[in-house]
């Protein structure tokens, strides 16, 4: 079965630092994008971040406008997915789940998700 699994994530202040990392098991995702979604309170699950991989290595990062040039998205190999939180804002605050695709697909079509780490930012 697959599993992906988040970590990382808490409450922390708007200043401080902070790195969520998602695990997967179960399959090589060796060509296969990953990703990071979030569910704020009272909101629909909305895209953050995804990158590709290819011949170890990232060849396209997609990033949500609302997260450009704060958020980092870095694939550490096929299987482990991190998003590096910058500058962040209370708007940030949500359940961050990781997600991953097989066998390609359409930008926010993945198929398998993680049960979620809770981001609290707060000012």
């Known amino acids: 079965q697959v599993q992906l699994v988040e970590s990382g994530g808490g409450l922390v202040q708007a200043g401080g630092s902070l790195r969520l990392s998602c695990a997967a098991s179960?399959?090589?995702?060796?060509?296969?994008?990953m990703a990071w979604f979030r569910q704020g309170p009272g909101k629909e699950r909305e895209f953050v971040a995804a990158t590709n991989w290819s011949g170890g290595s990232i060849y396209l990062r997609d990033y949500a406008d609302s997260v450009k040039g704060r958020f980092t998205i870095s694939r550490d190999n096929a299987n482990t997915v991190s998003l590096q939180l910058n500058s962040r804002k209370p708007e940030d605050t949500a359940v961050y789940y990781c997600a991953a695709q097989r066998g390609g697909g359409r930008r926010y079509q993945y198929n398998y998700w993680g049960q979620g780490t809770q981001v609290t930012v707060s000012s």
């Open positions: 179960g399959r090589t995702f060796n060509r296969d994008a």
